[in-house]
C-alpha cells in the first residue's frame, strides 16, 4: 500500500547550521509533496509544497527537492535559528486518490 | 479567524460513550478532510468530503464512525460506543476548488481521551 517514509525521527542543531530531512513514498502515482510544521499542541501548517513537475523550489531559508526516479524528497533548512524547532511531516498525494500520506515526522530541536 | 475551526477542542469521555466533533472549513473550500494524529505519529487519513458526497473513507474508519457534511460547508465526525484505543487528536482539514487536492489546511483538532 501507499507509504511515506521520513528520517530522521529527530535533529538537534546549532543555531545558524542546516537541517536537512528526507522522505521516501512509494506510490508512483504521487505527484503533490508538501511539508507540514507542528508546534506542541498546535496544528499542522503547511510550509512548503513541491508537485511533481519541478526539481526544486525554495522559499526564503527554506528549500525542498524532489527526485521522481529515486521517489525521494528532502527538506532543506539553512540559517536555522530556535523558533524553526518543531516536528516536521512530509506528505505525499497520488493523482489517484485524494489523501494525503504522511511520514512519521522529524523533531528538530534548534539550540541558541 | 478565517482558518478552519474545529469544536470542542477537548473531548474527555467515558468508554461506551457516543462523542461528535465539529469542523468548520475555510469559507468556499469544497474539499474537506478528517484525520486522526496519535502521539509521535503523522496525521492518518480517516475520510473526506467534496462538497456533500463523501468520496473516499479509510479501513481505519470502523463502522462505530460515521462522517456527514450535510449542506456542503461544515462536517461532523461521530464515534459511537467509544474504546480506549480511540484517543487521539482528531484533525479536520479543507481545500480549496482549483488548487487540487494536496493543498490542505488544517484545523486546530479536537482532543479525545476515552477514560
Known amino acids: 500500500g501507499e507509504n511515506v517514509e521520513q528520517h530522521p525521527s529527530t535533529l538537534s542543531v546549532q543555531e545558524g547550521d542546516s537541517a536537512v530531512i528526507k522522505c521516501t513514498y512509494s506510490d508512483s502515482a504521487s505527484n503533490y509533496f508538501p511539508w507540514y510544521k507542528q508546534e506542541l499542541g498546535k496544528r499542522p501548517q503547511l510550509i512548503i509544497d513541491i508537485r511533481s513537475n519541478v526539481g526544486e523550489k525554495k522559499d526564503q531559508r527554506i528549500a525542498v527537492t524532489l527526485n521522481k526516479t529515486a521517489k525521494h524528497f528532502s527538506l532543506h533548512i539553512t540559517e536555522t535559528q530556535p523558533e524553526d524547532s518543531a516536528v516536521y511531516f512530509c506528505?505525499?498525494?497520488?493523482?489517484?486518490?485524494?489523501?494525503?500520506?504522511f511520514g512519521t515526522g522529524t523533531r528538530l530541536q534548534v539550540f541558541p | 479567524d478565517t482558518g478552519v475551526s474545529q469544536d470542542p477542542r477537548h473531548k474527555i469521555t467515558k468508554r461506551g460513550q457516543n462523542v461528535t466533533f465539529r469542523c468548520d472549513p475555510i469559507s468556499e473550500h469544497n474539499r474537506l478532510y478528517w484525520y486522526r494524529q496519535t502521539l509521535g505519529q503523522g496525521p492518518e487519513f480517516l475520510t473526506y468530503?467534496?462538497?456533500?458526497?463523501?468520496?473516499?473513507k479509510s479501513r481505519l474508519l470502523s463502522d462505530r464512525f460515521s462522517a456527514e457534511r450535510p449542506k456542503g460547508s461544515f462536517s461532523t465526525l461521530e464515534i459511537q460506543r467509544t474504546e480506549q484505543g480511540d484517543s487521539a487528536m482528531y484533525l479536520c482539514?479543507?481545500?480549496?476548488?482549483?488548487?487540487?487536492?494536496?493543498?490542505?489546511?488544517f484545523g486546530p483538532g479536537t482532543r479525545l481521551t476515552v477514560l
Open positions: 468530503f467534496q462538497n456533500e458526497a463523501q468520496l473516499e
Open positions: 506528505a505525499a498525494l497520488s493523482y489517484n486518490t485524494d489523501k494525503l500520506i
Open positions: 482539514a479543507s481545500s480549496p476548488p482549483g488548487q487540487g487536492a494536496g493543498t490542505q489546511y
